[in-house]
């Protein structure tokens, strides 16, 4: 598989041939499947020494090559940039020209480097000639001083208004992706881009940030070792490690292309294992995880599983107390369960984006909703069709636009009260995957990196099924290219995707009826052990037994007198 993946990355295949680097994420996932079947068998510390160290070592080949499918690291490095030289990223956009001394070749090439892919053009920076000063002039001894000259007479140190200032001849362009508008990701993303761009060597370019993402990744990884180390079956818990460790999704989106959504699964992973036992810690790494990427805000219901959870009434007895008021169940026991996870989050993502609200001049939300009707989720946007948003709705009306937000919306709010209801609060990751899958089905989002986030969580509930997300998505991003018209591609992706979480589920309810209906067996009654003979009673001294008698047998001779003292 590490060979497999290594061959990937070192052929450049996305723009020029998306079919064969489509046929190789095929090879790679049919080994990865094969190696998370073969670990099942192995004890729980020999699988975690394999699991931990065949992720570092599938991490390792997204360090082979610079990024091949996405540009998002680009602007990551960028931001960080603007943010050590002292400015907000959310002021200005990077074609912006009160930026221009922070470009350079490598980030804004020139020439014949802009005839790549991946490269946008951007307006060129104004060359202005230095100003001219006249000379002072000194007056000869004796004679008196000259009259200044007047305004009219002195040279213009701009050109005038009807000759716009030169430009390089050369055409500039820059790798960063949308460099006309500002930066979309929340604060503690951009603190991180500001942490790698302070440790970063001078002169290095993306290696930095694909070395934090798989840092990132293997951290995640033992995260979930030492959680399984807790759970009911630390052998079958340590093998669905590796359903994140090793799953092909990760060294090509969280160390290759070095997306920040490896920071957001990290401290989701942190928070819904930490959020049964400690609800505030829990919760602040859940909002830590929002301001880092918005994506894990969909999980918050997950931590709240079981809240709305009512048992069986029974009648009180003399024997029964009624709960006290502070319990779990109760409704004051709820409502601080409640309190106790959604206000640190929240409390969390005031804070991060705090110091840029009071250093930033424009939004901090930046991008954001012009991304929302880029991507085409805005009611009535063009985009949807033509990214293929909203697929499977699609299905069932050719055109979703204008209704297919409240349905979602609608489905979402079913599917979050059923994990409020009958949710496991021991296992909220369960929730969580529930819910942020039926999100990815609805809206089918065209980007296979946003799916690690499922990734992760199926390695935290091992239900295996909800892993033809991130296959989905592969195919909506990469496969669609190699064919004409592809968009049925990332349909039928999604689709099989919904099957197979059907069938999975399928399965799952035969199996608990299966359970539940079959007779439980009785426990074997031991066989009574027969008695044993009865013990001779001690002879007293001086007894003898009848002569004839056989052995063992009392004495017959006559009983000492007691004597009373």
Request: hydrophobic share 45%.
């Amino acid at each position: 598989m590490v060979a497999v993946l290594a061959i990937t990355f070192r052929g450049d295949d996305f723009h020029t041939a998306p079919g064969v680097l489509s046929r190789w994420y095929a090879i790679a996932w049919a080994l990865f499947a094969a190696a998370a079947w073969v670990v099942r068998r192995l004890g729980a510390r020999q699988a975690a020494v394999f699991v931990l160290a065949g992720s570092a070592a599938i991490a390792a080949t997204g360090l082979l090559a610079p990024p091949r499918t996405s540009t998002d690291a680009y602007r990551y490095a960028w931001d960080g940039r603007v943010q050590a030289a002292g400015m907000s990223p959310y002021d200005h956009a990077p074609e912006d020209p009160a930026l221009a001394p922070l470009r350079d070749r490598w980030l804004f090439p020139r020439g014949a480097a802009c005839h790549g892919p991946d490269r946008a053009p951007v307006r060129p920076v104004p060359v202005r000639p230095a100003p001219v000063h006249p000379a002072p002039v000194r007056p000869a001894p004796g004679r008196p001083i000259a009259e200044r000259p007047t305004p009219s007479t002195v040279p213009r140190a701009d050109p005038a208004p009807d000759h716009p200032p030169s430009a390089s001849a050369e055409p500039q362009c820059t790798r960063l992706n949308r460099p006309s508008v500002h930066t979309i990701y929340p604060p503690a993303a951009e603190g991180y881009f500001l942490l790698v761009h302070r440790s970063a060597p001078s002169g290095s370019t993306l290696l930095p940030l694909q070395t934090g993402g798989a840092l990132l990744s293997v951290a995640t990884t033992a995260v979930l070792l030492a959680a399984a180390r807790r759970r009911r079956d630390p052998r079958l818990a340590t093998a669905r490690a590796a359903l994140w460790a090793w799953c092909p999704a990760v060294p090509v989106e969280a160390v290759n292309n070095a997306h920040v959504d490896a920071l957001g699964v990290l401290l989701t992973v942190a928070g819904l294992v930490a959020v049964p036992r400690r609800h505030v810690l829990g919760g602040a790494l859940l909002g830590a995880a929002t301001a880092a990427k918005l994506l894990p805000a969909v999980t918050l219901p997950g931590a709240l599983s079981g809240l709305l959870a009512t048992g069986a009434t029974k009648p009180l007895t003399a024997f029964k107390r009624p709960r006290p008021v502070g319990s779990p169940a109760s409704p004051a026991g709820r409502t601080r369960r409640a309190a106790a996870i959604v206000l640190p989050a929240i409390a969390v993502v005031a804070l991060g984006y705090l110091p840029y609200v009071l250093l930033s001049h424009s939004s901090v939300l930046g991008y954001l909703t012009g991304y929302v009707a880029e991507e085409g989720y805005e009611t009535g946007s063009t985009a949807a069709d033509d990214k293929n948003r909203y697929a499977l709705l699609r299905l069932l009306h050719p055109d979703p636009e204008t209704w297919a937000l409240p349905v979602i919306a609608a489905v979402l709010l079913v599917v979050v009260a059923r994990v409020l209801l009958r949710g496991d609060p021991q296992r909220p990751w369960r929730g969580a995957l529930v819910v942020t899958g039926t999100a990815f089905l609805l809206m089918t989002p065209g980007y296979p990196w946003y799916a690690l986030l499922v990734v992760a969580l199926v390695a935290l509930d091992g239900r295996w099924e909800w892993l033809g997300l991130p296959l989905a998505g592969v195919a909506q991003y990469v496969t669609a290219r190699a064919v004409d018209d592809g968009a049925w591609v990332g349909t039928l992706g999604y689709a099989a995707a919904g099957a197979a979480v059907m069938v999975g589920w399928a399965l799952r309810a035969r199996q608990a009826r299966r359970a539940a209906s079959a007779p439980r067996p009785k426990r074997p009654k031991h066989p009574k052990r027969p008695k044993p003979p009865p013990r001779p009673h001690p002879r007293p001294p001086g007894d003898s037994a009848t002569p004839g008698s056989p052995s063992g047998s009392p004495a017959t001779g006559p009983r000492p007198r007691r004597v009373r003292r």
